[in-house]
């Protein structure tokens, strides 16, 4: 029984740790300032977020551009400030992770 639940938690951390990565990454440049997982602060929850975007095809690159160059009008009067010096890799992975929150 034991070792069945010490690998049930190998398993779970295996799994979680790109959660915890991203979660990081988000941290480091300063997303969560202005976002948070479930509910809205000056900008859209990530729920939110995942909700209306899922089913896109187009999403990651429309998101990432978004982070990028900033933007305004899709979610309220306040504009999201453009993101030039968060590298191109950390973008798409916050963005897969950002949709996968809902």
Known sequence: MRTIVLAAAAVA???AAPAQADEALAK???CLACHQLDKKSVGPSYK??????KGQADAVAK?????KKGGSGV????PMAPNPAVPD??????????LKAG
């Not at 979610?75 to 306040?78: E, F, L, Q, R, T």
């Not at 890799?89 to 950002?98: C, F, S, T, Y």
């Open 28 to 30: 480091k440049h300063q």
């Open 63 to 67: 998101l990432s551009e978004k982070v």
């Open 75 to 78: 979610w309220g009067p306040i």
């Open 89 to 98: 890799a950390d973008i798409r992975k916050l963005v897969e992770w950002v």
């Open 48 to 53: 939110d977020i995942a909700k209306k975007y």
């Open 13 to 15: 951390a295996v799994f």
